[in-house]
């Protein structure tokens, strides 16, 4: 076996199912725009995204034991395994919104066990079960990672609701804590990440593409705040309602607030300190929250009758689209350098 693709499988990053992430949810907002056939290619797209990096991940795991085992031990990374529940709920409710409810329900159980998991072996390994000190050195935007994932379930959990005649208590008890999780954990993420900031030197080559997911962590509990206040009355709906919707529009406010200080942050370091713009797997880390901000927006606008809203997600849907066309363009491009390479 040729050496490069054992090296490509080994070094596989964690947070490679963010392709999917990135690739469903335009194709989510292209359908709630109506364009059903470019839509309909990205579901493609991302569902076999999903499969491939899933056989490739299956391959690592039994083949490169050692290297996961890295990934779960390094704090810089480890938050990375996080997209995978992420990209689970977002193809699962792109399968939704095309009649596949029994499959997105299947897909939640599966994501809902993995993010539970997840969500205590991740911290443990990578930060509190470490004997370095300050574990708040290695924090960066891929912590936020975990706040994405928390919100999915919620949103897949709503989506799927309206669909099954049995378990519709159940489903809105785990939007809700799912959601409540989500916002706890932005906070926490938030003062983690800020304190690295602040406390520590920061480089140009520090500011990552990840640090775009502090805005997509907000956008998607939007979306997910919108979608519960959809859900038919339950106690657990009933009594959070109104303070979800609330806290929804001021999670978007501060989401559109961020965007121009991230575009600074790349202005800082690809233009004033030269750092190339080259493809690798993290650039998915921010065509997804373009379009998870576009998504929300839409379906924030089209629910509470916020004009406004739901003409900047509109916009930036397109801008959206045109960031995946660029990243996957690149990818495409690295993929097959990398066959010819391994041809040679």
Known sequence: MNERVQAAVSGLTPGYFALVMGTGIVSVGMNLEGFTVLSRILLVLCATAFVVL??????????????????????????????????????????????????????????????????????????????????????????????????SVAVAAATVEPFVDTGRRELSVLSVVSWSVGVFLYGAAGIFVALRLLLYEVKPADLTAPYWVAMGALSITVLAGARIVEMADTPMVSVTRHLIAGLAVVFWGFATWLIPA???????????????????????????????????????????????????????????????????????????????????
């Open 54 to 151: 899933l056989v490739l991940n299956a391959w690592r795991l039994v083949a490169y034991r050692a290297a996961v085992v890295e990934d779960f031990l390094d704090p810089r990374r480890a938050f990375g395994f996080f997209t995978f529940v992420a990209g689970i709920n977002v193809l699962g409710v792109r399968l939704g919104l095309a009649g596949a409810h029994t499959v997105t329900l299947i897909l939640l159980f599966v994501s809902g066990l993995c993010w539970l998991v997840l969500g205590y072996v991740v911290p443990w390994t990578a930060v509190l079960g470490r004997t370095e000190r300050p574990g708040v050195a290695s924090a960066n935007g891929t912590w936020f990672v975990w706040v994405v994932a928390s919100q």
């Open 262 to 344: 991230l575009v600074a942050a790349g202005w800082w370091r690809h233009v004033r300190h030269r750092i190339p713009l080259r493809y690798d797997a993290t650039l998915w880390s921010i065509v997804f929250p373009l379009g998870m901000y576009a998504v929300a927006g839409i379906y924030l606008g089209r629910a509470d009758q916020l004009p406004v809203v739901e003409a900047i997600g509109r916009a930036e849907l397109w801008v959206a689209f045109a960031a995946w066309l660029a990243v996957f363009a690149a990818m495409l491009r690295h993929l097959l350098r990398t066959l010819r390479r391994t041809a040679l």
